[in-house]
């Protein structure tokens, strides 16, 4: 079964950290790029992160640059969000998505989401 699973969302205070993790079955990672979303209520999708099946180049969105890294674990096919100094304006649904390409293609398979909450 192809899938793509999000999970290491929850609570957080103002200022912590959490790490996503987006595992994925059924396909390899290596051969997609993979994307970091979010979604907050009454607002559209933002982009966050990319990194490239090509050469492993990360692309981050200038408003979590510095503070968002992604990582991979090509043994256990999952990619990684560590997400630090979270914010509460930084509550949203957390999605991970693959494509063939970070700047153009189609997306192949999206996860289910992870919600992240920071309180104040």
């Known amino acids: 079964e192809v899938r793509l699973v999000e999970s290491g969302g929850g609570l957080v205070q103002a200022g912590g950290s959490l790490r996503l993790s987006c595992a994925a079955s059924?396909?390899?990672?290596?051969?997609?790029?993979v994307s970091w979303f979010r979604q907050a209520p009454g607002k559209e999708r933002e982009p966050l992160s990319c990194?490239?099946?090509?050469?492993?180049?990360?692309y981050y969105a200038d408003s979590v640059k510095g503070r968002f890294t992604m990582s991979a674990d090509n043994v256990a096919n999952t990619l990684y969000l560590q997400m630090n100094s979270l914010k509460p304006e930084n509550t949203a649904v957390y999605y991970c998505?693959?494509?063939?390409?970070?700047?153009?293609?189609?997306?192949?398979?999206w996860g289910q989401g992870a919600q992240v909450t920071v309180s104040s």
């Open positions: 059924g396909f390899s990672l290596n051969d997609y790029a």
């Open positions: 990194i490239s099946a090509i050469d492993g180049a990360r």
């Open positions: 998505a693959t494509k063939s390409y970070c700047l153009f293609g189609q997306y192949a398979h």
